[in-house]
């Protein structure tokens, strides 16, 4: 049900990728930036009906949209927490990243999801615990809900890869 590998998640064929977006979703650097770029102006267009009926996406929530020229079929937007030394709910505030993708996931009828490594870029979540935090949280999802069939971790950099790799590798 879980699969890691590394690549770029722009190029992953399931129903849904997911997109470490800010909260103004309306794109930005990094993982965001290159699913903006390769998804198209679709993409953009609904993420502004989203800010005009919300007013953006909040830290740990998430919301959907097309996935635009993609090979997904959606894009699941979530916002990661910037860390600052972990004493502001940062972990709790990830965990909730990938539970709230997830259900939004399961209540759209996706069955296969890709997620990169989100908070770990510029927002310097420490790499070692985000790896973590998101495995035991998407293990604790798939033990109470087995809509979804597979689970992606798809790692940009070889250091987030060997991270996820022993972690998977112990059963974690």
Known sequence: MIRLIQGDITKIEVDAIVNAANTSLLGGGGVDGAIHRAGGPAILEECRQIRAKQGGCAIGAAVITTAGRLPAKYV???????????????????????????????????????????????????????ATIAITTVQQFLATDNTIKEIIFVCFDEENYALYKERLDKGQ
């Open 76 to 130: 699941i937007h979530t916002v990661g927490p910037v860390w600052n030394g972990g004493h502001n709910g940062e972990p709790e505030l990830l965990a909730n990243c990938y539970r709230h993708s997830l259900q939004l996931a399961v209540e759209t009828g996706i069955k296969t999801i890709a997620f990169p490594n989100i908070s770990t870029g510029i927002y310097h979540f420490p790499k070692s615990e985000a």
